[in-house]
């Protein structure tokens, strides 16, 4: 028997995104015939994956204003056609769109949408589709940045045809002072993971053409797929030397009392060598450039936007040296923490309540630089916790990156995308999936100060049995020496370097003979890049996960 489930358009009607009902015309809504307005939104394509149970995938697409829309998916355990009515929508032109059933992991499946009109029918199929988790990558040129310029590239690249099951979508750049409702362009349509759709087109250009796939995107996914046996999509909206403010819708500005970028900005990044290197130092701030896709809002319009329609299962993040070249270190917490809020608001909203209200939300902390900035920057990308989750970040998960430089260089775009990804996934499995693993590396819970003795012991949270300390180096810990007790002011005090002396299962000494004075604060790995490959002071040694930058206050 066949079941009828007739639902009406739901036009996404956010109210920190007013405007969404008047987007402008997309790429893929001017390709219609001159008979007929019916197609799929621009990111529907043969191989696609579709969010899994429990949530409902949204599947939606433009017609003839007044026409009916029936939409079935085959094969199924239960015959089902899904019913809409065509109404208007954005820019004057028709929309349709239904919810799914829940359907299980799996596949492959056909989607066929019908649209009749004064009695005349038109078809539509994606074909080979799957249901599986979606995870949008998204950031700047860390994000941006391809499989074939990451670490053992050719091999990794020949890896990618034994995972069919992981399919990949790659947006193109685009920049909007106004909400799009569709993609204008896009770079990489829906694919079967392979050599060829993992290598896209060569570099051509820093903050141009990074080509397609992401690399931290890739790994992530590929990792994820190894660990859960699902199918995975993953989408890649992200444009490289972009600042956040970009990436953050207007309420998110309005809160954080971000005024308007200006020319000005520019002042504060260093002028790169005239021949840029790929992975030189110069390279990144020849990426931060001053335009249209820095302003305000611009690529959530362009770029975030189109895809508040998807149900997905969550977010990966990597982005934050455009604002540490443009020294805006102060805000960065308040503009991060409120984008993940009214990220997950719009996708609950848009998805008509399918994507989670809190949906996971993962980020890479900042890798290496020469760049001072960095380290604060590091610290707002926590929101001032050190970790997370935090009670301002709840699901947030984050991958540490700051011991995975380059050998022998401060590039920004480090080639190991790969650790990056497998701690990303480590992360997602606990916060995402709700698996009871280790997923972070050792967090300090005290600090006690011997002043007799001139030492000062970090205690880490190894509450498990299993779990100890290892140091690699000796180095990486610092002490604020103040002439006033309880004072780490500049004109009254200096960091001064606090080696390691000794270390137990769960807690490190450090000497503080150093300072004479008042030992007031102390701080660990706190430099732009603070120590070689995976060579940092402090690590897990079963998990081999390091312990994140911190910086906290010592009472006496």
């Given at each position: 028997?066949?079941?009828?489930?007739?639902?009406?358009?739901?036009?996404?009607?956010?109210?920190?995104?007013?405007?969404?009902?008047?987007?402008?015309?997309?790429?893929?809504?001017?390709?219609?015939?001159?008979?007929?307005?019916?197609?799929w939104?621009?990111?529907?394509?043969?191989?696609?994956?579709?969010?899994?149970?429990?949530?409902?995938?949204?599947?939606?697409?433009?017609?003839?204003?007044?026409?009916?829309?029936?939409?079935?998916?085959?094969?199924?355990?239960?015959?089902?056609?899904?019913?809409?009515?065509?109404?208007?929508?954005?820019?004057?032109?028709?929309?349709?769109?239904?919810?799914?059933?829940?359907?299980?992991?799996?596949?492959?499946?056909?989607?066929?949408?019908?649209?009749?009109?004064?009695g005349?029918?038109q078809?539509?199929?994606?074909?080979?589709?799957?249901?599986?988790?979606?995870?949008?990558?998204?950031?700047?040129?860390?994000?941006?940045?391809?499989?074939?310029?990451?670490?053992?590239?050719?091999?990794?690249?020949?890896?990618?045809?034994?995972?069919?099951?992981?399919?990949?979508?790659?947006?193109?750049?685009?920049?909007?002072?106004?909400?799009?409702?569709?993609?204008?362009?896009?770079?990489?349509?829906?694919?079967?993971?392979?050599?060829?759709?993992?290598?896209?087109?060569?570099?051509?250009?820093l903050?141009?053409?990074?080509?397609?796939?992401?690399?931290?995107?890739?790994?992530?996914?590929?990792?994820?797929?190894?660990?859960?046996?699902?199918?995975?999509?993953?989408?890649?909206?992200?444009?490289?030397?972009?600042?956040?403010?970009?990436w953050?819708?207007?309420?998110?500005i309005?809160?954080?009392?971000?005024?308007t970028?200006?020319?000005?900005?520019?002042?504060?990044?260093?002028?790169?060598?005239?021949?840029?290197?790929?992975?030189?130092?110069?390279?990144?701030?020849?990426?931060?450039?001053?335009?249209?896709?820095?302003?305000?809002?611009?690529?959530?319009?362009?770029?975030?936007?189109?895809?508040?329609?998807m149900?997905?299962?969550?977010?990966?993040?990597?982005?934050?040296?455009?604002?540490?070249?443009?020294?805006?270190?102060?805000?960065?917490?308040?503009?991060?923490?409120?984008?993940?809020?009214?990220?997950?608001?719009?996708?609950?909203?848009?998805?008509?309540?399918?994507?989670?209200?809190?949906?996971?939300?993962?980020?890479v902390q900042?890798?290496?630089s020469?760049?001072?900035?960095?380290?604060?920057?590091?610290?707002?990308?926590?929101?001032?916790?050190?970790?997370?989750?935090?009670?301002?970040?709840?699901?947030?998960?984050?991958?540490?990156?700051?011991?995975?430089?380059?050998?022998?260089?401060?590039?920004?775009?480090?080639?190991?995308?790969?650790?990056?990804?497998?701690?990303?996934?480590?992360?997602?499995?606990?916060?995402?999936?709700?698996?009871?693993?280790?997923?972070?590396?050792?967090?300090?819970r005290?600090?006690?100060?011997?002043?007799?003795?001139?030492?000062?012991?970090?205690?880490?949270?190894?509450?498990?049995?299993?779990?100890?300390?290892?140091?690699?180096?000796?180095?990486?810990?610092?002490i604020?020496?103040?002439?006033?007790?309880?004072?780490?002011?500049?004109h009254?005090?200096?960091?001064?370097?606090?080696?390691?002396?000794?270390?137990?299962?769960?807690?490190?000494?450090?000497?503080?003979?150093?300072?004479?004075?008042?030992?007031?604060?102390?701080?660990?790995?706190?430099?732009?890049?603070?120590?070689?490959?995976?060579?940092?002071?402090?690590?897990?040694?079963?998990?081999?996960?390091?312990?994140?930058?911190?910086?906290?206050?010592?009472?006496?």
């Open positions: 028997m066949i079941m009828e489930h007739k639902t009406r358009v739901k036009f996404c009607l956010i109210p920190l995104v007013v405007v969404v009902l008047i987007g402008e015309a997309t790429t893929s809504t001017d390709n219609f015939n001159g008979q007929s307005n019916f197609a939104a621009s990111y529907y394509s043969d191989h696609m994956v579709l969010q899994r149970e429990p949530n409902r995938a949204v599947v939606w697409g433009y017609g003839d204003v007044g026409a009916n829309v029936t939409v079935s998916v085959y094969p199924t355990e239960k015959g089902k056609v899904y019913h809409s009515i065509v109404q208007i929508g954005p820019a004057g032109k028709g929309v349709w769109k239904v919810t799914l059933d829940a359907m299980p992991a799996g596949g492959p499946h056909t989607v066929e949408a019908v649209q009749t009109t004064a005349k029918g078809s539509l199929v994606l074909k080979d589709v799957l249901f599986g988790d979606v995870w949008l990558c998204s950031g700047q040129s860390n994000m941006a940045f391809t499989v074939r310029y990451a670490t053992n590239d050719s091999a990794e690249i020949a890896r990618a045809a034994d995972y069919p099951h992981v399919r990949l979508f790659t947006a193109d750049m685009v920049a909007s002072d106004s909400p799009l409702y569709d993609l204008r362009a896009i770079m990489q349509p829906w694919a079967v993971a392979s050599p060829e759709s993992i290598s896209g087109p060569p570099h051509s250009g903050g141009m053409h990074w080509g397609y796939f992401s690399a931290v995107c890739w790994f992530f996914g590929r990792d994820l797929y190894d660990s859960i046996a699902v199918p995975i999509g993953l989408v890649v909206s992200a444009w490289g030397g972009t600042a956040i403010e970009a953050s819708p207007p309420e998110v309005k809160t954080c009392n971000f005024t970028p200006s020319p000005d900005r520019m002042d504060n990044v260093p002028k790169p060598a005239s021949n840029s290197l790929l992975f030189g130092e110069a390279s990144w701030e020849a990426d931060i450039i001053v335009g249209e896709r820095q302003n305000n809002s611009a690529l959530w319009n362009a770029m975030i936007h189109p895809f508040l329609n149900t997905m299962k969550g977010v990966i993040w990597y982005q934050g040296e455009a604002n540490a070249a443009f020294n805006e270190t102060d805000f960065y917490g308040c503009m991060f923490t409120n984008m993940i809020r009214t990220w997950r608001s719009a996708f609950h909203l848009g998805s008509d309540g399918q994507t989670e209200p809190v949906f996971p939300f993962g980020f900042l890798s290496v020469s760049n001072e900035n960095f380290p604060e920057l590091r610290w707002t990308q926590t929101n001032g916790h050190g970790s997370v989750p935090n009670p301002d970040m709840p699901r947030v998960f984050m991958a540490v990156a700051v011991d995975l430089p380059i050998p022998g260089s401060t590039s920004v775009h480090p080639r190991d995308k790969q650790d990056v990804g497998s701690r990303l996934l480590l992360a997602a499995r606990h916060v995402a999936y709700g698996e009871p693993v280790v997923f972070q590396g050792p967090l300090p005290a600090v006690k100060l011997n002043s007799s003795a001139m030492t000062m012991d970090v205690v880490y949270n190894m509450t498990m049995s299993t779990l100890r300390l290892e140091v690699r180096n000796q180095d990486g810990f610092e604020c020496c103040s002439s006033k007790e309880n004072s780490c002011k500049p009254t005090s200096v960091w001064v370097p606090a080696k390691i002396i000794a270390h137990t299962e769960n807690t490190v000494t450090v000497s503080t003979s150093m300072c004479e004075k008042y030992v007031t604060a102390w701080r660990y790995e706190w430099a732009p890049a603070p120590c070689p490959f995976k060579q940092c002071a402090v690590y897990c040694k079963e998990t081999q996960l390091p312990a994140p930058p911190f910086k906290g206050k010592v009472k006496s």
